[in-house]
């Protein structure tokens, strides 16, 4: 076993763990520049009690890349029941015994950390579509047997996060799902009609499903000046962030809107303060890094002749891209807020550690795909 790791080791896309940990790098200083005034004012600690908390954090998840680093993905597929199984259960276990915070029971808390169940739905959710969707390749544009049932069991996921309620992470799995479905190979009059399934069910879950905290979320997205000091506040001092950071930003620690305008300034709202901080080039790297990651995933998914492992890999590239996508639009009033953290920076535990673990299974089915096609190239020589 241990062999078979150092050979790997010649094969990983060591381009990837550079700007993982890079990231992972500058979301640690922005976090502690972002929280430690929020530390001292509301915490009543020091202006290094969250940093602590993140560098904890931070171990935890480099140890979980490790793991996924090392472990042949192929293993998840063999697991995929008893991972489905057991994610759900937690799904269903929070929401009798979890914790409860802003109108929401998302977590279990375990000595004075929280742990998130709907992040390790996320990739819980990848692995499920990916197994089943190679597994039914034969007979992949057959809708009843091929398409319908996988997509039952998403559906269940995405009810159980929503009703926590988490919106936020309800449609990242579906986000997920939706790019999955598309790779999977069935007939685009399949997927045609998916989309349209979904696009209805999300409208009625809109109109009819919305709880009034959730709905005056939307409201502070497109309308913040209306309540500007109520649900528009965090958004309002969010623009205000982002604007007076201009190119280069005030300067590292010299944001003013962490200073008691913008509640939390250290979770789903830090690009907030790394635009007031580090101006547009702050920003540019943060989005070229993410940026980076989805791109290499996307070309591991191309590369990988493994369907399991390709639909594996462009569900992971996906699951970054689409996170990113819901905190930049919470952030700049393009999509309501829902707490939903920006990977591998913002603080926050179960997020950090699932984020590094993806990655990491992202870096093994690249090191087996460029093993194959190594061996490939030798023999065809």
């Given at each position: 076993?241990?062999?078979k790791?150092?050979?790997?080791?010649r094969?990983y896309?060591y381009?990837?763990?550079v700007?993982?940990?890079l990231?992972l790098?500058?979301?640690l200083?922005?976090v502690?520049?972002?929280?430690?005034?929020?530390?001292?004012?509301?915490?009543h600690?020091?202006?290094v009690?969250?940093?602590?908390?993140?560098?904890?954090w931070?171990?935890?998840?480099?140890?979980?890349g490790?793991?996924?680093?090392?472990v042949?993905?192929?293993?998840?597929k063999?697991?995929?029941?008893?991972?489905?199984?057991?994610?759900?259960a937690l799904?269903?276990?929070?929401?009798l015994i979890?914790?409860?915070?802003?109108?929401?029971?998302?977590?279990?808390?375990i000595?004075g950390?929280n742990?998130?169940?709907?992040?390790?739905?996320?990739?819980s959710?990848?692995?499920?579509l990916?197994s089943v969707?190679?597994n039914?390749?034969?007979?992949?544009s057959?809708f009843k047997?091929?398409?319908?049932?996988?997509l039952?069991?998403?559906?269940i996921?995405?009810?159980?996060i929503?009703?926590?309620?988490?919106?936020?992470?309800?449609m990242?799995?579906?986000?997920?799902?939706?790019?999955?479905v598309?790779?999977s190979?069935?007939?685009?009059?399949?997927?045609?009609?998916l989309?349209?399934?979904?696009?209805?069910?999300i409208?009625?879950?809109f109109?009819f499903m919305?709880k009034?905290?959730?709905?005056?979320?939307?409201?502070?997205?497109?309308h913040?000046?209306?309540?500007a000091?109520a649900e528009?506040?965090q958004?309002i001092?969010?623009?205000?962030?982002?604007?007076?950071g201009?190119?280069?930003?005030?300067?590292?620690?010299?944001?003013?809107?962490?200073?008691g305008?913008?509640?939390e300034p250290?979770?789903?709202?830090?690009?907030?303060?790394i635009?007031e901080?580090l101006?547009?080039?702050g920003v540019t790297?943060?989005m070229?890094?993410l940026?980076?990651?989805?791109?290499r995933?996307?070309?591991?998914?191309?590369?990988?002749?493994?369907?399991?492992?390709s639909l594996?890999?462009?569900?992971?590239a996906?699951?970054?891209g689409?996170?990113t996508i819901?905190?930049l639009?919470?952030?700049t009033g393009?999509l309501?807020v829902?707490?939903?953290t920006?990977?591998?920076v913002?603080?926050?535990g179960?997020s950090?550690?699932?984020?590094?673990?993806?990655?990491?299974?992202l870096?093994n089915?690249?090191a087996f795909t460029?093993k194959?096609?190594?061996?490939?190239?030798?023999e065809?020589?």
């Amino acid at each position: 076993m241990g062999s078979k790791i150092k050979e790997l080791f010649r094969y990983y896309d060591y381009s990837l763990i550079v700007v993982t940990l890079l990231l992972l790098a500058f979301g640690l200083v922005m976090v502690y520049s972002a929280s430690s005034i929020w530390s001292v004012m509301v915490l009543h600690g020091s202006s290094v009690s969250i940093l602590k908390k993140q560098l904890i954090w931070c171990v935890l998840a480099l140890i979980a890349g490790t793991f996924g680093m090392i472990v042949p993905y192929k293993l998840f597929k063999a697991f995929t029941k008893w991972i489905t199984i057991l994610t759900l259960a937690l799904l269903v276990l929070v929401m009798l015994i979890g914790k409860s915070s802003n109108g929401a029971t998302s977590w279990f808390s375990i000595g004075g950390f929280n742990i998130q169940p709907a992040e390790i739905a996320k990739l819980s959710v990848i692995i499920y579509l990916a197994s089943v969707f190679s597994n039914k390749q034969a007979f992949i544009s057959d809708f009843k047997s091929g398409v319908l049932p996988p997509l039952v069991t998403v559906a269940i996921f995405f009810i159980l996060i929503e009703q926590q309620p988490d919106l936020g992470s309800a449609m990242i799995v579906a986000g997920i799902s939706a790019v999955l479905v598309i790779c999977s190979g069935m007939r685009l009059k399949h997927i045609v009609f998916l989309f349209g399934l979904g696009g209805g069910t999300i409208a009625f879950l809109f109109h009819f499903m919305l709880k009034g905290y959730q709905l005056k979320r939307f409201a502070a997205a497109y309308h913040p000046f209306t309540i500007a000091n109520a649900e528009g506040w965090q958004l309002i001092n969010s623009y205000v962030a982002i604007a007076s950071g201009g190119l280069t930003g005030k300067g590292l620690g010299n944001s003013i809107e962490k200073a008691g305008f913008l509640p939390e300034p250290h979770t789903d709202f830090i690009i907030a303060i790394i635009a007031e901080e580090l101006g547009t080039f702050g920003v540019t790297f943060v989005m070229l890094c993410l940026a980076y990651i989805v791109i290499r995933g996307i070309l591991v998914g191309i590369r990988c002749q493994d369907v399991f492992g390709s639909l594996l890999a462009i569900g992971i590239a996906s699951f970054v891209g689409v996170q990113t996508i819901v905190n930049l639009g919470a952030a700049t009033g393009l999509l309501p807020v829902t707490g939903v953290t920006l990977p591998l920076v913002s603080y926050g535990g179960s997020s950090l550690i699932m984020t590094l673990f993806m990655i990491g299974i992202l870096i093994n089915v690249s090191a087996f795909t460029n093993k194959k096609l190594k061996q490939a190239e030798q023999e065809a020589a």
